[in-house]
Nanobody, 121 residues
């Protein structure tokens, strides 16, 4: 009933930019927090950025100053603007939402399917 779908991944040269989107749909009461995670080959999944419905944001030190997380007013779409990309940013990027569905009296964690970002010359 609740779905998160990432889009916007692709191949970009070092120093380039990409913008990722995470769209929430389905039977949703509220979207409270959205995180962007990434997982590179052979590495653990790591938190990249997060945003709350009130607009508070957090970033990993490795992306601070280069990435920007933002949202639409309804928190139904969250964006990750990635600038000055480096090869070490190569990973599958996942959005994760802390979302209250209509059929359960508490918020739950939902994951998108991931989108590949490759930074290479």
């Amino acid at each position: 009933q609740v779905h998160l779908v990432e889009s916007g991944g692709g191949l970009v040269q070092p120093g380039g930019s990409l913008s990722l989107s995470c769209a929430a749909s389905g039977s949703i009461v509220s979207v409270n927090v959205v995180h962007w995670f990434r997982q590179a080959p052979g590495k653990q999944r790591e938190l990249v950025a997060a945003i709350t419905s009130g607009g508070s944001t957090n970033y990993a030190d490795s992306v601070k100053g280069r990435f920007t997380i933002s949202k639409d007013n309804a928190m139904k779409t969250v964006f990750l603007q990635m600038n000055s990309l480096k090869p070490e940013d190569t990973a599958v990027y996942y959005c994760n939402g802390i979302i209250r569905p209509t059929d359960w009296p508490a918020s739950r964690s939902y994951w998108g399917q991931g989108t590949q970002v490759t930074v290479s010359s």
